[in-house]
C-alpha cells in the first residue's frame, strides 16, 4: 500500500475563511498531483507537480494554489473559500515507470464544506 | 486522448467471474491502458496495467486484443468488498518531467450481491 496522506478528512467552514488541505507521502515520489471530484462524479486534474519548486495547472480550472517546497509535501490552499468550492479534494503522487505509464497512489481524500 | 466507453453498471452474485469491457477505439501506440477501483469517500487504487495480449496479477486480468481498440478487465470470483466504481483510463507513456495524464470518465459501478 502506498504511503500518502491527507489531512482533514473533513473540514466544514464559512464562506471567506482561508483553508489549506494538507497532503504528504513518504515514498519520495516526484511527481504529485491534485484532483477534484464531485459525489458521483468524474476526478479532474487541478494542480500538478513534477518536482520541488515545480507547479502547474491541470485541466480543470481552479481558484485554488498549491506550493511543493519539500518533495513529500504539497498542499493545496484556498484564500477565500465559498460554496462553490465544496468538493472531494484528492491528492495523489508517483514514480517515473521502468515500463508503462507511471502509477498514481492516492491519498484518502479530504470532503470540504462551504457554508 | 483516447476516449474510453464503458458500461456505466453492472450487477454480479458473490464468487461469480466478472468481466468488464472497456473501448478506445482511437488509442495511440504510445498508450497503455489502466484500471483503477474506488470505493465510496476514498481515493481511486490502481488495479492494472496492460498494452497488449494478457497481464495478470494478484487482483485482477486484463485481456487486450491484437488491435487495442478494447480492453477487458477480469475479476475472479468477486466478493461483496469488490462491489466499487472502475475506471479503465488510456495512458500515454510519459517520461521526464511530463506526467501519464490520467483522465477520468465516469467508470462502471459494479455491484455484487449475497
Known amino acids: 500500500e502506498a504511503d500518502i496522506y491527507q489531512t482533514p478528512r473533513y473540514l466544514v467552514i464559512g464562506t471567506g475563511k482561508k483553508i489549506t488541505l494538507e497532503c504528504s507521502q513518504t515514498?519520495?515520489?516526484?511527481?504529485m498531483y491534485w484532483y477534484q471530484q464531485d459525489p458521483g462524479m468524474e476526478l479532474h486534474l487541478i494542480h500538478y507537480s513534477y518536482g520541488v519548486n515545480s507547479t502547474e495547472k491541470g485541466d480543470l480550472s481552479s481558484e485554488s494554489t498549491v506550493s511543493r517546497i519539500r518533495t513529500e509535501h504539497f498542499p493545496l490552499t484556498l484564500e477565500s473559500a465559498r460554496p462553490s468550492h465544496t468538493s472531494q479534494y484528492l491528492c495523489?503522487?508517483?514514480?517515473?515507470?521502468?515500463?508503462?505509464?507511471?502509477?498514481?497512489?492516492f491519498g484518502p481524500g479530504t470532503r470540504l464544506t462551504v457554508l | 486522448l483516447a476516449k474510453t466507453t464503458q458500461p456505466i453498471s453492472m450487477d454480479s452474485y458473490e464468487g461469480q467471474e466478472v468481466n468488464i469491457t472497456c473501448s478506445h477505439n482511437?488509442?495511440?501506440?504510445?498508450?497503455?491502458i489502466t484500471w483503477y477501483q474506488q470505493f465510496p469517500s476514498q481515493g481511486p487504487r490502481f488495479i492494472i496495467q496492460?498494452?497488449?495480449t494478457k497481464v495478470t496479477n494478484e487482483v485482477a486480468s486484463l485481456f487486450i486484443p491484437a488491435d487495442r481498440k478494447s480492453s477487458t478487465l477480469s475479476l475472479p470470483r468477486v466478493s461483496l468488498s469488490d462491489t466499487a466504481v472502475y475506471y479503465c483510463l488510456v495512458v500515454t507513456h510519459a517520461g521526464g518531467t511530463s506526467y501519464g495524464k490520467l483522465t477520468f470518465g465516469q467508470g462502471t459501478i459494479l455491484t455484487v450481491h449475497p
Open positions: 495523489a503522487s508517483s514514480h517515473p515507470a521502468v515500463e508503462g505509464t507511471d502509477t498514481q497512489y
Open positions: 496492460g498494452y497488449k
Open positions: 515514498m519520495g515520489h516526484d511527481k
Open positions: 482511437n488509442i495511440a501506440t504510445n498508450d497503455y
